[in-house]
């Protein structure tokens, strides 16, 4: 018998919030988004237990599948990362766009937009009420442009001077050809980890700060946890990556998955 625990789902106003959102038409009207896979919202303690947050950007072609952000590769370097932090489970990962992204030039220049931006910020507000959130970490830069706009708010004004703070490179910033390679994401990753580590008060799990090589260790790429997703959501789909891809048929890029068991 399985006993894979999984996650119960969100709990008072997250609850609310997963109930109440931007229907597709504030970003179908944008060609950039992928409307038609629907919100994805979190990933983690959506019931005012997280001590972490973390901002990502936009949810993928995994994350459509599990309906929970940051489950694929860029999840599972993510997971290491907090666990470098001695957080297992109570962390909070939000992102910057509810929708995943189809063509990043058309859809990031509607970060900003006044229906985005207002219930992005109800969001955080939510994971700072409980009044818990000891470190925030962004991922990439649209991730800390959303957590600047909210720290001009006074919600985000009065939370500023209560947690730990650092900006980190997007979790696949080091793409094949790209500028960054894996050393200088992971040399990045360090200094977020050494600013950070000093700051966690009330870890779930008191760890020594261990710093990343010039390449991800397999122990820094450990599965996704169960507990934060859905029942029913195969391991294999927790411990492996790339069994999700967009399509590459002319004309449906923007709705096709496929899909491969390893």
Known sequence: MITDRFDPGPTGTFKSLCRNYPDDTVFSGADGFRALWGPIFYRGRANGRARLLVIGQDPAQTEAVTRRILSGQ?????????????????????????????????????LNDPEIVAYRHQWLEAAFEPGRIEAVVTFGTPAFNAWTAFTATPAGQAV????????????TADKPGGPISRKDLLDNWNV????LHAGIQHPDLATPLALYGDDFAP????????????????????????????SDSPGTERASISIEVP
């Open 219 to 246: 122990e820094e790429l450990p599965e996704i946890p169960s507990r934060d997703l859905p029942p029913g959501i195969p391991a294999w789909m927790r411990r492996t990556d790339f069994w999700a891809s967009m």
């Open 192 to 195: 977020a980890l050494q600013s």
């Open 74 to 110: 860029a999840g599972r370097r993510v997971q290491g990362f907090v666990e470098k932090l001695g957080f297992t489970r109570s962390y909070l990962m939000v992102n910057a766009f509810l929708y995943g992204i189809y063509n990043q030039d058309m859809a990031l220049p509607h």
């Open 160 to 171: 500023l001077p209560t947690v730990a703070f650092h900006k980190a490179l997007h979790p």
